[in-house]
């Protein structure tokens, strides 16, 4: 089976930084996408990584390293409106995503 | 406004009781999925269709068919409903089956299995 690990719940302050980590082990790897999904809504695609490095896309940056099966979503200058949860997916050796169970992000005033 | 429509928004339904949920997309996309979410455990992939006319077994598919007769409609039916059924199901699609498959979700269905 697919291991995909990220923290459930984060706390942090509005204007704050919080990096979310994934690590996974997987049968095969064809990228790693990272989507937002507020309460009661359908998760939305955030971002994509299938190359080691930085992908920056406005405040929302990702990061991913294969040989250490790991990857980070860093969420700057918070504002409320980013309170959601982050899920975390592998797409595997069949191209089809596993999804980690999700982080809980509450921004605080 | 383009993308996956998915009825009903949510059911009540007897265990034994067979209910088909339904998924529509307008974006002429390839693939198609059905996933559930449960708290704790995250999305899991149920079936899913690479191309009109082919489907495939996800990661949970015992207790759910799924046919997929043209491009835009992937219906999902459980034929003898039982109470670990009751979760949250999201229809997917993509562009295609392959590559940066980036997935687009409908708003989900709740169902609960009493």
């Known amino acids: 089976g697919q291991n995909i690990d990220q923290p459930t719940e984060m706390t942090a302050t509005e204007g704050a930084i919080v990096q979310i980590n994934c690590t996974y082990q997987t049968s095969g790897f064809n990228g790693l996408f990272w989507y937002q999904q507020h309460a009661g809504e359908a998760p939305t695609f955030l971002s994509y990584?299938?190359?080691?490095g930085l992908e920056e896309k406005g405040r929302f940056s990702s990061f991913l390293s294969r040989s250490k099966g790991y990857s980070y979503l860093l969420l700057k200058e918070l504002q409320m409106k980013d309170s959601a949860s982050y899920l975390c997916a592998v797409s595997t050796d069949d191209y089809k995503l596993s999804f980690g169970a999700g982080t809980t992000v509450t921004v605080r005033a | 406004t383009a993308g996956i429509t998915q009825a009903p928004t949510s059911q009540i339904l007897a265990a034994g009781r067979s209910m088909t949920l339904r998924c529509t997309q307008d974006?002429?996309?390839?693939?198609m999925y059905w996933y559930r979410q449960d708290l704790g455990l995250g999305l899991r992939l149920i079936h899913y269709s690479n191309t009109a006319g082919t489907t495939g077994k996800g990661e949970v598919p015992d207790g759910y068919s799924v046919s997929r007769a043209n491009t835009d409609d992937f219906p999902l039916t459980l034929a003898s409903a039982v109470p670990s059924q009751t979760s949250v199901y999201f229809c997917?699609?993509?562009?295609?089956?392959?590559?940066?498959?980036?997935?687009?979700f409908g708003a989900g269905s709740r169902l609960t299995v009493l």
């Open positions: 990584n299938v190359l080691d």
């Open positions: 974006m002429r996309h390839n693939a």
């Open positions: 997917a699609s993509s562009e295609r089956a392959s590559g940066a498959n980036v997935l687009t």
